[in-house]
């Protein structure tokens, strides 16, 4: 079963503008992790945040989570033609054993 | 991706046939996982490998079974495949960040 739920399914935006996905999760976790996928392609790890945090950036990426709602954003600033992917999260809960549940995903498209 | 790949690539399988996908590592990582991804489902755990000949089931591991016999390789197995398992099979490995490190897949299709 999905823990991780991405929302919205797709976006699309212009070059330039912020993207904002949002994910939702069931169980208590130990952290939550975002992914990117270029089409044909393996998934790419983006940024990992813990369960005891509540933001974190890593470039033009802003990963924010609350526990209390069980929920996470990815914010990706003054997007690119090449930030077009898709884009999942992936919980690694308590009692999992170390293993990710992915979410079905956001598929961003950034037009020029 | 540097440090793990899969073979092959790409399969056409008859229905019924056995099938096998091979994941290798240069990480020397203890972790080692098969996925695959749908659309509707993104990406589900089919098994997963904690260490040499140290293996266990992931969401959807009927019809699939994994071998383990070196650190490197990890094999994942279609007894008999079946239309249903036409899929990208992904193998990740999980670093020392705690986060997967992804192959490239292998597209699978079952006639």
């Known amino acids: 079963s999905q823990q991780g739920e991405e929302d919205p399914q797709a976006l699309s935006i212009q070059e330039g503008e912020n993207a904002t996905m949002n994910c939702s999760y069931k169980?208590?976790?130990?952290?939550l992790q975002w992914y990117r996928q270029n089409s044909g392609r393996g998934l790419v790890h983006l940024i990992l945040i813990r369960s005891n945090e509540r933001e974190k950036h890593s470039g033009r990426l802003r990963v924010t989570l609350d526990t209390s709602k069980k929920s996470s954003s990815l914010l990706i600033t003054a997007s690119r033609a090449a930030d077009t992917a898709s884009y999942f999260c992936?919980?690694?809960?308590?009692?999992?054993?170390?293993?990710?549940?992915f979410g079905k995903g956001t598929k961003l498209s950034v037009k020029p | 991706d540097a440090g793990i790949t899969q073979s092959p690539r790409h399969k056409v399988t008859e229905t019924g046939t056995p099938v096998t996908l091979r994941c290798h590592q240069t990480e020397n990582h203890r972790y080692m996982y098969w996925y695959r991804q749908d659309p509707g489902h993104g990406l589900r755990l089919i098994h997963y490998?904690?260490?040499?000949?140290?293996?266990d089931k992931g969401e959807v591991s009927d019809g699939y079974s994994v071998s383990r016999s070196k650190t490197e390789d990890f094999l994942l197995t279609l007894e008999s495949a079946t239309s249903s398992q036409t899929s990208v099979y992904f193998c990740a490995i999980q670093g020392d960040f705690n986060g997967y490190t992804f192959g490239s897949g292998t597209r699978l299709t079952v006639v």
């Open positions: 992936a919980t690694d809960s308590r009692g999992s054993q170390g293993n990710l549940i």
């Open positions: 490998s904690y260490g040499v000949k140290d293996t």
């Open positions: 169980t208590s976790i130990n952290n």
